[in-house]
């Protein structure tokens, strides 16, 4: 009996214990649920150390990269928002021993770049025709047209560039077109920029065969010719009226042109070729 009692007094101990541990951990969870946690904080990069790890990347100091960010701040960072460290520093520099530092340094970029480049485009290569034995990188007679349109446009910029440099204020181009012709203004157009910034100079346009004024406005309302030309004298509208002949009878040399051109300098008149002048 008596050992009996002592194990109902254990039971009834260790279902205390229990009751007691049960009630903690729930005081607990619900302390933890009421209790405001401090959020854990990172440490932040300040932008002292940003600017450092910068400047290093292009081997300049603190100061030297902090006037780069202020340049980029300023006009040049609209002009061209991506120009790199060395460049900027380089146009901008005090003095002449500065900007040739930059400049030896931006040397020394590019030409690592660009062994790199070369490196890798030659592995490329390499794994290309070991991969791919029987097929060419490049068919270059796909190509072919892509060079001659090149060739073509690069000869035409050089015409053009060598024939602003024959003119001079005062110099005005005589252009005479037909009256059906429907896409003359782009060569004239393009004579018209040939002459631009220079005083008093400009495109005289006679109108071959036109009959009467109304024809000639009527051509020149068809190409879309702005009145602010015509105002300005960039550009004048004439009917020719036999001025063609008369001018082509005296020049030596026999001229096919779709649109004949002549330059009038000091009331004096020279036929021009149209690929001389880079159209």
């Not at 039971?11 to 405001?36: D, F, H, M």
């Not at 530092?101 to 790199?116: D, G, K, P, S, V």
Request: hydrophobic share 40%; with cysteine.
């Amino acid at each position: 009996m008596k050992v009996r009692n002592q194990f109902v007094s254990l039971i009834v101990l260790l279902i205390g214990i229990v009751a007691l541990v049960s009630v903690s951990y729930s005081e607990a969870a619900e302390n933890q649920k009421t209790t405001p946690q401090t959020p854990v904080r990172e440490t932040p990069v300040s932008q002292t150390q940003i600017i450092q790890q910068d400047a290093a990347r292009w081997t300049l100091d603190i100061s030297e990269y902090q006037r780069y960010l202020d340049l980029i701040r300023g006009p040049l960072g609209k002009w061209n928002p991506t120009i790199d460290p060395l460049m900027a520093l380089g146009m901008f520099a005090d003095t002449q021993q500065q900007s040739q530092r930059y400049a030896e340094r931006y040397a020394q970029q590019e030409f690592e770049l660009t062994e790199r480049v070369l490196h890798f485009q030659k592995a490329y290569r390499a794994a290309f025709e070991r991969l791919y034995p029987n097929v060419g990188v490049l068919d270059q007679r796909l190509l072919a047209p892509y060079y001659a349109h090149q060739q073509q446009k690069s000869a035409s910029k050089a015409a053009k560039k060598l024939a602003q440099r024959r003119f001079v204020e005062g110099d005005r181009l005589l252009v005479f077109v037909a009256d059906s012709c429907k896409e003359c203004f782009a060569t004239i157009r393009r004579l018209m920029s040939l002459l631009s910034g220079l005083k008093n100079s400009g495109v005289d346009i006679y109108v071959r065969d036109a009959k009467d004024d109304a024809t000639v406005s009527g051509w020149a309302k068809e190409q879309g010719i702005q009145t602010e030309w015509l105002n300005k004298q960039t550009l004048t509208l004439n009917r020719d009226e036999g001025l063609y002949h008369r001018l082509n009878s005296r020049s030596s040399n026999v001229n096919h042109a779709t649109v004949p051109v002549f330059l009038k300098r000091n009331q004096q008149f020279f036929q021009l070729k149209t690929e001389d002048l880079g159209l």
